[in-house]
């Protein structure tokens, strides 16, 4: 399983960012596909979280109303389209996915991970 992150990037505060994650080889039916971010210093979050087949989200609460995870399955691309951004929404963004539905959108629940794209917000 292969996630290849872009899209990051410098914005300034009320602004919009979209970032793409190309997802190859991952066959399963049903799976986790998330976004996640990190600061420095700071633990990886959880932003939002698609499960495929259900077609159900997840987002946290610091970006609901303002970010959208989606899926393009011809692509096999997962996207976040994050509007109103935020000087606090700066950090590192991670994709990630897994098998199965992992309701709990955890750093160590998640076996699979991009690269990562900055995102800076001034």
């Known amino acids: 399983v292969q996630l290849v992150e872009s899209g990051g990037g410098s914005v300034q505060a009320g602004g919009s960012l979209t970032l793409s994650c190309a997802i190859s080889?991952?066959?399963?039916?049903?799976?986790?596909l998330a976004w996640f971010r990190q600061v420095p210093g700071q633990a990886r979050e959880g932003v939002a979280a698609?499960?495929?087949?259900?077609?159900?989200?997840y987002y946290a609460d610091s970006v609901k109303g303002r970010f959208t995870i989606a899926q393009d399955k011809a692509k096999n691309t997962l996207y976040l389209q994050m509007n109103s951004l935020k000087p606090e929404d700066t950090a590192m963004y991670y994709c990630?996915?897994?098998?199965?539905?992992?309701?709990?959108?955890?750093?160590?629940?998640?076996?699979?991970w991009g690269q990562g794209t900055q995102v800076t917000v001034s």
């Open positions: 990630a996915a897994e098998r199965g539905y992992c309701y709990n959108v955890r750093r160590s629940v998640f076996g699979y």
């Open positions: 080889g991952l066959t399963y039916k049903r799976n986790t």
């Open positions: 698609y499960f495929t087949g259900e077609g159900s989200t």
